[in-house]
């Protein structure tokens, strides 16, 4: 398989901080997302980027394919912002989604 | 559906019992994937569906999992003789399944929770 590997695992921030989350990957990927998940939630879909750059409000990510590695960046942090992020990738060809073990995000009040 | 559904949402089950989790895609997804979660750990894969043909099942434990996808749509996942380590949350997910590029992007349920005792 492919491995896929995500740090830091644990994260304390105050709110109002800014943070970056990383994702390596070791094979060559179709396409790459990032998710939050809150404790035993859903799986929210944050970013779908298979390459390049996307922002949404206070969140952006970037790929770099030929590098193998993703980021997530969180800036002005709030405590909703608290859960785990999950990087996954689509192994080229194969169709199939491997999981990273995730970033758990603490914000602080 | 407007989103991926899956029932029940919890099962608790004595051990030993067969239970059967059902999973209803996102309309006009023709990729559907079956996951498994611990506490604290990032979805394990177990099986995924193109259509009603099952393409990869290399991530089910053992003889005693099961799933199937008879007409393309809904799918049933199914354990039996439950053990106290199945227990987890049982995730589906669906996409697209668009040829060349990736199979597009992938939407989870909200997960049925199983409880084995």
């Known amino acids: 398989g492919i491995q896929v590997e995500q740090s830091p695992p644990d994260l304390i921030l105050q709110e109002g901080a800014n943070s970056t989350l990383r994702c390596n990957f070791s094979d060559s990927v179709n396409n790459l997302q990032w998710f939050h998940q809150k404790p035993w939630g859903q799986l929210i879909n944050l970013f779908y980027i298979p390459s390049g750059t996307k922002q949404n409000g206070r969140l952006s990510a970037t790929t770099v394919a030929t590098e193998r590695y993703s980021l997530l960046y969180i800036s002005s942090s709030q405590t909703t912002d608290s859960g785990v992020y999950f990087c996954a990738v689509e192994r080229y060809n194969f169709n199939k989604f491997y999981f990273g073990s995730g970033t758990k995000l603490n914000v602080k009040p | 559906g407007a989103g991926v559904s899956q029932s029940p949402r919890y099962k608790v089950t004595k051990r030993g019992q067969d239970v059967a989790l059902r999973c209803d895609p996102i309309?006009?997804?023709?990729?559907l994937y079956w996951y498994r979660q611990a506490l604290g750990q990032g979805p394990e894969f177990l099986t995924y569906?193109?259509?009603?043909?099952?393409?990869?099942k290399s991530g089910l434990p053992n003889d005693r999992f099961s799933a199937e996808r008879p007409e393309g749509s809904i799918s049933t996942l199914t354990i039996q003789r439950t053990e106290q380590r199945d227990s987890a949350m049982y995730r589906c997910?669906?996409?697209?399944?668009?040829?060349?590029?990736?199979?597009?992007?992938?939407?989870f349920g909200e997960g049925s929770r199983l409880t084995v005792l």
């Open positions: 309309s006009g997804h023709v990729s």
């Open positions: 569906f193109n259509y009603e043909a099952q393409q990869d």
């Open positions: 997910a669906s996409t697209l399944g668009r040829t060349g590029g990736g199979t597009g992007e992938l939407f």
